[in-house]
């Protein structure tokens, strides 16, 4: 099984909503607006977590010719109990903050593109 966490926003560029983290940064780097909020340095701190314990993932597309790019999105694999804790621990913040993030299951999130021990990314456009 693999867990998506994702913002009702839609990213065009992978045509599905974006994810808790695009989400995060968004509200990050545009901290102007959110200074004050406590939330704002949980969510640095959550981040900060996240870039001690999870690796950048390597592949983010799929290209089927030289002009056609398919791209993925990050999933955990349900098996990632510390991650899954941390990112619903970021949901939560950012829900209180107004923007509600919906977590998905799923057992086929589409072709793995790449994976490590705690995540995966894949495209719904390229199904197993």
């Known amino acids: 099984m693999y ?8 990213d065009d560029a992978a045509r599905c909503n974006a994810g808790i983290f695009c989400r995060t940064y968004d509200v990050w ?6 200074q004050g909020y406590w ?3 949980e969510l640095r701190r959550v981040l900060d977590w996240f870039n001690e314990r999870l690796d950048q993932p390597k592949q983010f597309y799929y290209r089927p010719n030289r002009k056609a790019e398919l791209s993925g999105v990050c999933w955990f694999h349900d098996t990632a109990s510390d991650h899954i804790e941390q990112a619903r621990y970021m949901a939560w913040l950012l829900d209180d903050l ?6 998905i ?13 705690y995540q995966a990314v894949a495209s719904r ?4």
């Not at 107004?98 to 977590?103: A, H, K, Q, T, V």
């Open 105 to 117: 299951r799923s057992p086929n999130p589409g072709r793995v593109l790449w994976q490590d021990r």
């Open 29 to 34: 780097y545009q901290r102007v607006d959110w």
């Open 39 to 41: 939330h704002v340095g």
């Open 98 to 103: 107004g923007i509600p993030i919906n977590e």
């Open 3 to 10: 867990i998506r966490f994702e913002s009702l926003e839609r």
């Open 125 to 128: 456009h390229l199904m197993n």
